[in-house]
Nanobody, 117 residues
Framework: QVQLVESGGGLVQPGESLRLSCEAS????????MGWYRQAPGKERELVAV???????TYGDSVKGRFTISRIGAEKTVILQMNGLVPEDTAVYYC???????????WGQGTQVTVSS
């Protein structure tokens, strides 16, 4: 079993930056992939960024070049640095972890990011 504890988020103005952090408990094998997804009101949950234990990253098209994902702390803490935020980035951001194989899929409780002037 994996528990994910998220921190960060909040209200910022367009063009500003935010940093989200997520720490996973349990075996690192259950967190082979760690990442962030987001869900805006009335929309489906979408990929923001994912990183595996070797540091290979994947980004959603809408955040490429603005967001950076990294892993620290024995590879069970993932950081999402968000720069150049725009109102369209407003959503609840969810931390996610998955093992390399199998159906297990773990989610954090979500943290609100609001970009507004």
């Amino acid at each position: 079993q994996v528990q994910l504890v998220e921190s960060g988020g909040g209200l910022v103005q367009p063009g500003e930056s935010l940093r989200l952090s997520c720490e996973a408990s349990g075996s690192v094998l259950s967190a082979y992939y760690m990442g962030w997804y987001r869900q805006a009101p009335g929309k489906e949950r979408e990929l923001v960024a994912v990183i595996n234990i070797f540091g290979t990253t994947t980004y959603g098209d809408s955040v490429k070049g603005r967001f950076t994902i990294s892993r620290i702390g024995a590879e069970k803490t993932v950081i999402l640095q968000m720069n150049g935020l725009v109102p369209e980035d407003t959503a609840v951001y969810y931390c996610n972890s998955k093992p390399k194989d199998g159906p297990s899929n773990y989610w954090g409780q979500g943290t609100q990011v609001t970009v507004s002037s």
